[in-house]
T-cell receptor
């Protein structure tokens, strides 16, 4: 079974509008973390936002927010006020294991969603 | 400040050749990861170092793949007897030690095996 599922291969949004990119995950570990990364056409992965499984509040970073629904095992990324520069691939990733005291912090990535922002 | 750097950025190898890919992590980053990204896919974990210790190599696809980080900084991913299925982008990432810290990725090395 896929550990990270991103069901939207591609999304379109008008400049200045908000967009939600979906991510569901599968783990039996009670401790885990969820990351979103952006990959522009240049290829470099850029960290956007992090949510720990025990974090009480949904994470926010500027125009990015994470809609974390633990019971549904979903961690959707919301981008507000889209800009042309937001056009890129977006990857959801999961780290299984505790925030501290672990020995391996490898990430498991989804297949990504290609976001296109139209002027 | 300087980010993660990788060299070469592009590598073309004939099938059967050995290749070596280099990663210079951010100074002070204890954790170093290698990922393989096939075209149109998300990155897949290959191996993880904490300082010079290779704590997890479960993602290496075969014994033709070998990674090292002898002094706890620069790392090299070596692929022996390359095959066409090895064609991919190889990404290196580094981070501070701790699960909440984000991984900083390098630009990747695009390997094409002909």
């Amino acid at each position: 079974a896929q550990k990270i599922t991103q069901t939207q291969p591609g999304m379109f949004v008008q400049e200045k509008e908000a967009v939600t990119l979906d991510c569901t995950y599968d783990t039996s570990d009670p401790s885990y973390g969820l990351f979103w990364y952006k990959q522009p056409s240049s290829g470099e992965m850029i960290f956007l936002i992090y949510q720990g499984s025990y974090d009480q509040q949904n994470a926010t970073e500027g125009r990015y927010s994470l809609n974390f629904q633990k019971a549904r095992k979903s961690a959707n990324l919301v981008i507000s006020a889209s800009q042309l520069g937001d056009s890129a691939m977006y990857f959801c990733a999961m780290r299984e294991g505790p925030d501290s005291g672990g020995s391996n912090y490898k990430l498991t990535f989804g297949k990504g969603t290609l976001l296109t922002v139209n002027p | 400040g300087a980010g993660v750097s990788q060299s070469p950025r592009y590598k073309v190898a004939k099938r059967g050749q050995d290749v070596a890919l280099r990663c210079d992590p951010i100074s002070g980053h204890v954790s170093l990861f290698w990922y393989q990204q096939a075209l149109g896919q998300g990155p897949e974990f290959l191996t993880y170092f904490q300082n010079e210790a290779q704590l997890d190599k479960s993602g290496l696809p075969s014994d033709r793949f070998f990674a090292e980080r002898p002094e706890g900084s620069v790392s090299t991913l070596k692929i022996q007897r390359t095959q066409q299925e090895d064609s991919a982008v190889y990404l290196c990432a580094s981070s501070l030690l701790g699960a909440r810290y984000e991984q900083y990725f390098g630009p990747g090395t695009r390997l094409t095996v002909t």
